[in-house]
């Protein structure tokens, strides 16, 4: 297939945001397309490694607490969500009540499990979970007899490495939550990576990148954010991480030389 018929079946509609962002022909945007595939596949290691992690951190400090405050007894594998309030408000429904789409989405989980002959084990069912759901979880102000879930020690067991109990700390981990979401949103829709929004970090506003340059240097601070995001719910796990061939991967393709030697 000649580059002309590449381009096509690629389409120019979606090399356009690599020719405005890269100064570049069509022929041209193919490097920086395919590049930027290979960047998604690293950065797909990452934010797997941020999802299994979060999921099972939150699962299992959950599983703990809500056993013991529930049952009396603490258990590793509990179902703590059925225990969660996941009502809102409705005027159109008997009840004056409906469930969210947190408790929505458990609901499903349940009937599709059950359909495949699946068990529900709260392992099963919480793996299924999406990933944007999490954060509503933490929203989660309380159980379903009305009393309030204990968040203050949930969270600093759920991030052992960051002081929870500051606001700024817990504003900042939301932040760096709502940017994994949206990242890992990009590499499934097979988006370019890099185009990221306007926003402020650290305080400062930080105007969406245009250039190379600026994409590079956006790429190298989220980078840096998702993994120190992953160190913050296990140590561990993100010292593993980064000794990897895929992390220093990923970091030899957010530089100019990594795009410029790249090759497919």
């Not at 929203?139 to 968040?151: L, Q």
């Not at 998702?226 to 796990?237: G, I, N």
């Amino acid at each position: 297939m000649g580059k002309s018929s590449l381009i096509r079946s690629i389409s120019y509609a979606r090399l356009s945001s690599y020719r405005h962002a890269f100064n570049c022909t069509d022929e041209e945007a193919l490097h920086y397309y395919y590049w930027n595939q290979v960047l998604s596949s690293e950065l797909y290691i990452l934010t797997h490694n941020i999802e299994i992690c979060f999921r099972n951190q939150i699962h299992n400090e959950l599983s703990k607490e809500v056993s013991f405050v529930k049952k009396g007894n603490t258990l590793d594998n509990f179902n703590w969500f059925d225990f969660f309030e996941f009502l809102i408000p409705d005027a159109n429904s008997p009840s004056g009540k409906k469930l969210n789409q947190t408790g929505e989405a458990f609901k499903k989980i349940k009937k599709d499990l059950i359909r495949k002959n699946v068990p529900t084990t709260p392992q099963n069912i919480v793996s299924n979970l999406e990933f944007g759901k999490w954060a509503y979880i933490l929203r989660t102000r309380s159980y379903n007899d009305g009393k309030p879930i204990d968040w203050v020690k949930c969270l600093a067991k759920i991030f052992p490495n960051l002081n929870t109990s500051k606001k700024k700390n817990r504003e900042a981990m939301n932040a760096r939550l709502e940017e994994i979401r949206l990242l890992r949103n990009r590499i499934a829709h097979l988006e370019p990576v890099w185009k990221f929004q306007s926003k402020q970090i650290n305080g400062s506003y930080v105007s969406a990148p245009t250039t190379p340059d600026e994409i590079l240097k956006r790429l190298e601070i989220e980078i840096y954010w998702a993994t120190t995001f992953l160190k913050w719910l296990c140590e561990d796990t993100y010292n593993s991480y980064i000794k990897t061939n895929s992390y220093k991967k990923l970091l030899k393709l957010i530089t100019i030389d990594g795009i410029s030697d790249f090759e497919l």
